[in-house]
């Protein structure tokens, strides 16, 4: 294969990099926790938490673990948001031999059952606010091990009992929930403690067990387990490390890399771009829980410099927005990585003029670890491009045969590297859709290559909404209204929206005259979470359809005025 872009490399970075100097991710996480010992790792409500003290927690969790009859290769799920105990219960379960299933806290209780069923997790850390939704479907799932975290957990008795109180007492966040006597149920820290006092039979593991079931949506609606092993995972740190140095170099020497986490630990891209590229480099993440309350966001960021921002649009341009952004002092922030969906121009430009640090747009997915491509991070400017291939990587632009289009010809955009999962989970017909012959991974996404090596997104092959940088298939939408009493037929479609880039609306044709739209919503509430639920609803008396019954989505994008 011709890279014609390695010529449009930066200074420095390599077209390949080793990426079989680890046999594991807990191997990298060791090393990091033995190097960096006594640096912060972390830092959450004020209080920082060094890599030592998440290396001592994980392994009494990871010994805990063990001592509840889990054995290697089990199913972990993890329902948290970014809080210091999701790297502490990731790094426990990656240790005790055992597999990461990373959960949306947010999801209905219908979502989450699903995939508890799906991967057949055994036991789940779950934040006591996203309890009541776990006991909705304990009966119907095989985690009979549940251990809840609170948000104050590891901040000390004092401040972790005031913040425990507000979030139960004041803002009551916790609701109500009662788990069956069947299931085998503790506190997070009880666990902890527990585990200090166990054994820890460290796992031998290699670069091809499995390190975490990635979920990602379905054309059938249903959300499929992206197989990631060790090596995949290795293999796209160690490209990423590579990729930003061009501008990690600016950071003066001996001065901690600082990054803003505000990129969901459960997303493919806040895992392993903030938090395993952070553990690799030594750096400090600035644990972000909830990235919506902008006026804590840039208290938070007010209270120390940072150098690395990795977001989606969506918040990049909520921030440069936003009356408090001059509260932050931006002058160290060295790169900022936009990913998840498309950077928008103005986004990009306003971001540029307020930082003076332009957001270098990338590309991936969960089935790539995630990252495929990345705009050079020395650039200047906005390139309205993804940039890149990153070293180990290949991307060809395939026809509807399967055969390579004419260089400037648009084509779906296909993968190939050591970052490429290994498959779905336990569903091999949908893995051969995607993968050819010669493993390259079909992501669905429509592209287009220029002279330089250049590729840029113009369409998508899927049905897939893009909202926030979150996959929405229409056929999931459209599954859950087609159980709603009075629903006759419906359709789900993208719509542009200018702060989340995409957003859903629904069509629907009503066998009962009486059904109204806040009966949709309302629906939609219960069955949902909060990204799939339609912005837009519509009742039409049909839809239209090709003549062999096809629903034609492209003519439902239109909002009727």
């Known amino acids: 294969m011709h890279k014609i872009w390695l010529k449009q490399y930066p200074a420095g970075v390599p077209a390949e990099v080793r990426t079989d100097v680890y046999p594991s ?12 010992r006594d640096l912060p790792a972390y830092r959450f409500m004020g209080r920082a938490f060094t890599f030592g003290e998440i290396d001592d927690a994980s392994r009494a969790l990871a010994a805990w673990l ?8 089990d199913r972990v799920a993890i329902m948290l948001p970014n809080v210091p105990q999701y790297p502490v219960a990731v790094a426990a379960i990656l240790r005790a031999g055992l597999v990461v299933v990373n959960v949306n806290p947010l999801y209905t209780p219908r979502e989450l059952e699903h995939q508890l069923k799906d991967s057949g997790a055994k036991a789940i850390v779950v934040m006591e606010n996203f309890a009541g939704t776990l006991a909705q479907v304990i009966d119907q799932v095989p985690s009979k091990t549940v251990l809840l975290a609170a948000m104050g957990d590891m901040l000390g008795l004092l401040k972790g009992s005031l913040v425990n109180h507000v979030v139960r007492r004041v803002k009551k966040l916790v609701p109500a929930f009662v788990l069956p006597a069947n299931v085998n149920s503790g506190r997070f820290n009880d666990a902890i403690a527990k585990g200090r006092r166990m054994s820890l039979a460290p796992a031998k593991l290699g670069p091809d067990d499995i390190a975490v079931l990635q979920y990602t949506g379905g054309t059938t ?22 990729w930003y ?33 952070g ?65 928008t121009q103005g986004t990009a430009r306003l971001w540029l003029e307020k ?23 020395d650039n200047t400017a906005y390139t309205g491009t993804i940039g890149l291939p990153m070293p180990n990587t290949e991307l060809i632009l395939l026809d509807d045969d399967g055969l390579e289009v004419p260089q400037g010809s648009a084509g779906e955009i296909a993968i190939r590297g050591p970052q490429v999962m290994a498959g779905y ?59 709603l009493p009075g629903v006759l037929e419906c359709a789900a479609v993208g719509i ?8 859903v609306k629904v069509v629907i044709v009503k066998k009962n005259p009486a059904l109204t739209e806040a009966e949709v919503r309302a629906w939609c509430e219960a069955n949902l979470t909060g990204y799939k639920r339609p912005k837009v609803v519509e009742f039409r008396d049909d839809l239209p359809k090709s003549t062999v019954g096809k629903i034609l989505r492209r003519e439902l994008r239109e909002v009727r005025r």
């Open 245 to 277: 140095q061009p501008a990690l170099k600016k950071i003066p020497s001996g001065v901690q890399i600082v990054t803003v986490c505000a990129l969901p630990l459960y997303h493919i891209f806040g895992f392993n771009t903030n938090m395993m590229l």
């Open 25 to 36: 991710l807990v191997a990298l996480i060791d090393e990091s926790f033995r190097k960096y």
């Open 355 to 377: 930082t003076g640090c332009p957001i270098c747009e990338g590309y991936g997915l969960s089935e790539t670890s995630p990252s495929a491509t990345c705009n050079p991070v």
């Open 66 to 73: 063990q001592g509840q009859g889990l054995v290697r290769g």
């Open 279 to 343: 553990l690799r480099m030594g750096g400090c993440n600035l644990l972000i829980a909830n990235p919506r309350d902008l006026a804590a966001v840039f208290k938070d960021l007010a209270a120390q410099p940072f150098h690395s921002f990795p977001a989606v649009n969506t918040l990049f341009a909520a921030m440069a927005n936003h009356p408090d952004f001059d509260s932050v002092d931006w002058s160290q922030l060295k790169i900022s990585v936009g990913g998840g969906m498309a950077v």
């Open 221 to 242: 609606g249903v959300s499929k387990g992206a197989v990631l092993l060790h090596k995949n995972l290795v293999a796209n740190i160690l490209q990423a490390e590579a």
């Open 425 to 483: 989970w336990q569903r091999p017909d949908e893995t051969a859709k995607v993968m050819t012959a010669d493993a390259f991974f079909r992501t669905g996404d429509i592209g287009v290559m220029d002279e330089r090596g250049y590729f840029r997104i113009v369409d998508r092959k899927k049905d897939m909404i893009l909202v926030s940088g979150f996959n929405v298939y229409p056929n999931e939408v459209e599954d859950v209204l087609s159980q």
């Open 496 to 503: 542009a929206d200018e702060k989340a880039g995409e957003a």
